[in-house]
């Protein structure tokens, strides 16, 4: 069995910084890509960002230049450190990943259960 973990949420005023961080654990082979993904109120869910086994990095338009995503192998943790935060950043953000339990099983993606951030003065 795998689990995501998310931390780092919390209400934050507009401009300011919020770094989010998720651990996975469990019965796991390997990790492919990990990522970021938010879900606004009445909206589905978007990816923010995404980062592959090798560090090769993804970014949507609207986040580029403010977050930045990063990983460790080694721990099995991915990272979201975002700055100049903005109220329409507001959201539940979600820390997915394509893990592979097994040698012989193909990867399949896990979700955690989310951490709001709340950009609001």
């Known amino acids: 069995q795998v689990r995501l973990v998310e931390s780092g949420g919390g209400l934050v005023q507009p401009g300011g910084s919020l770094r989010l961080s998720c651990t996975a654990s469990?019965?796991?082979?390997?990790?492919?890509?990990m990522g970021w993904y938010r879900q606004a109120p009445g909206k589905q869910r978007d990816v923010v960002a995404t980062?592959?086994?090798?560090?090769?990095?993804n970014y949507t338009d609207s986040v580029k230049g403010r977050f930045t995503i990063s990983r460790d192998n080694a721990e099995n943790t991915v990272s979201l450190q975002m700055n100049s935060l903005k109220p329409d950043d507001t959201a539940v953000y979600y820390c997915?990943?394509?893990?592979?339990?097994?040698?012989?099983?193909?990867?399949?993606?896990?979700w955690g259960k989310g951490t709001l951030v709340t950009v609001s003065s």
């Open positions: 469990g019965r796991i082979f390997k990790i492919n890509t």
């Open positions: 980062v592959t086994r090798d560090g090769s990095k």
């Open positions: 997915g990943a394509r893990i592979a339990t097994h040698p012989l099983y193909s990867a399949v993606d896990y």
